[in-house]
């Protein structure tokens, strides 16, 4: 007997569909995110070489900082609300296109305004890539939000790890115009991206057909008013977690050179240590969520990790390179939490909610990267470091958050 698509059968086939964990896509999401994130941190990997070549000052490190993570952030949450009314699919790949062409004007750029223009190129590139993957990702996740946000996240950190080893190799040892190799990974990403959009095609469309039986998130109960205090304390969460991480990236190789004496490929060894362990911690954090509950993980995770970067600045170079690694893994469980906690505030807005946050992340690390640049210019580096140390205390107001997951157990 044939099926219809308004059958029953068809409905109950679509829902099940719809209830299932798509790893193979979200493997396969998350390497592009680990391609567009490792392209992304090429730049900032090499800012020593740009620092000498064009003489700039760490105020202006902040700046090119700042123009790239602006273009970044600005525009997501309206590259999320625009695809969460008209998702468009094949946007993806186009991103990757605006990452590919400011990667290849960052290799032939002579002079400060010029790299300015082709990191803002990389920006818009991450604004454009970001709202709409963490929509696949959810598609893909079966239910299980805080494991697909992870494994998505995973591949961005992961990239991020990997993007200042890749240069350390090909670009430090050889200038600047190296950096035009990474196109490549770039067109790769492309190619992948629009075979994703494809599967998000043929989901958009099957959900469409069968409105019915998509996936209806459980209400919590909240006013609209307690729904803005909560994503306002997310809000003020994810600022401390990422100006303190922009101390990390932008300055933690400064820092070690500075204060110990390390060769530049020698320091970006212990930022690679460092942002794996944001890798390992990313994956962690979602899954932990989804079985603990995020609030939990939220306040272990930001809170927990202020007695380790306390201690940092004040360590020998051994137990420097050991505290990096567990303020990475502590400090990184935080953002997939934070990201599912307001999705479920606000239910059915992934796109807008995803670019809020990734472009509030990138917002905060830019603003961080230039006032700590400014702040190092006047004072020292290794002040700078002592400064971040106290942002993780901020954590406490998670403190503030309501327990959503009893709120829904309860509707139910």
Same mark, same amino acid.
Do not use: C, N
């Given at each position: 007997m044939k099926t219809t698509l308004n059958s029953p059968t068809a409905n109950i086939n679509t829902k099940q569909i719809a209830q299932q964990t798509i790893f193979s896509v979200l493997f396969t999401i998350s390497f592009t995110h680990l391609l567009n994130d490792m392209l992304q941190s090429v730049v900032p990997s090499v800012y020593p070489i740009i620092k000498q070549r064009f003489h700039l000052t760490f105020a202006q490190i902040g700046l090119i900082t700042l123009t790239y993570q602006l273009t970044a952030s600005i525009l997501q949450p309206f590259v999320g609300f625009y695809t969460d009314r008209k998702p468009r699919p094949y946007s993806l790949a186009i991103g990757m296109g605006f990452t590919l062409t400011g990667l290849l004007a960052v290799s032939f750029a002579a002079s400060f305004i010029n790299i300015l223009l082709a990191v803002s190129l990389i920006g818009i590139g991450s604004s454009i890539f970001h709202p709409e993957s963490s929509r696949v990702a959810h598609l893909a996740s079966g239910g299980k939000r805080g494991l697909a946000q992870s494994i998505f996240q995973l591949g961005g950190n992961a990239g991020s790890a990997i993007g200042p080893l890749l240069a350390a190799i090909i670009v430090v040892p050889y200038g600047q115009f190296n950096i035009i190799w990474f196109c490549l990974a770039a067109l790769v990403g492309m190619i992948i991206l629009a075979g994703i959009a494809k599967w998000y095609r043929q989901q958009l469309d099957l959900r469409a057909r069968n409105k019915s039986t998509a996936a209806i998130d459980t209400p919590h109960g909240l006013s609209r008013n307690r729904v803005l205090f909560s994503l306002l304390i997310l809000l003020v969460l994810v600022f /401390?977690?990422?100006?303190? !991480? +922009?101390?990390?990236? /932008? $300055? $933690?190789?400064? $820092?070690?050179?500075?204060?110990?004496?390390?060769?530049?490929?020698?320091?970006?060894?212990? =930022?690679? &240590?460092?942002?794996?362990? %944001? &890798? +390992?911690?990313? =994956?962690? @954090?979602?899954?932990?969520?989804?079985?603990?509950?995020?609030? $939990?993980? #939220?306040? #272990?995770?930001?809170?927990?990790? &202020?007695?380790?970067?306390?201690?940092?600045p004040y360590a020998s170079l051994f137990w420097t390179g050991a !505290?990096? %690694? #567990?303020?990475? =893994?502590? #400090?990184? /469980?935080?953002?997939?939490?934070? =990201?599912?906690? &307001?999705?479920? !505030? %606000?239910?059915?807005? %992934? @796109?807008l909610i995803a670019g809020l946050f990734f472009g509030l992340a990138f917002g905060m690390g830019g603003l961080g990267s230039a006032i700590l640049g400014n702040l190092a210019d006047k004072t020292s580096i290794e002040y700078v470091f002592k400064i971040c140390a106290f942002l993780p205390l901020i954590g406490i107001f998670t403190g503030l958050l309501p327990n959503i997951e009893h709120k829904k157990q309860a509707a139910k």
């Open positions: /401390s977690k990422y100006f303190y !991480l +922009a101390s990390m990236t /932008s $300055y $933690y190789t400064f $820092y070690l050179i500075d204060k110990f004496h390390l060769s530049l490929q020698q320091s970006q060894i212990y =930022l690679f &240590a460092f942002m794996g362990a %944001v &890798a +390992a911690g990313t =994956l962690l @954090g979602g899954a932990l969520g989804d079985r603990f509950g995020r609030k $939990y993980i #939220i306040w #272990i995770s930001i809170l927990g990790v &202020a007695p380790f970067t306390l201690m940092l !505290l990096s %690694v #567990i303020i990475g =893994l502590i #400090i990184s /469980s935080a953002f997939s939490a934070i =990201l599912v906690y &307001a999705t479920e !505030l %606000v239910p059915g807005k %992934v @796109g």
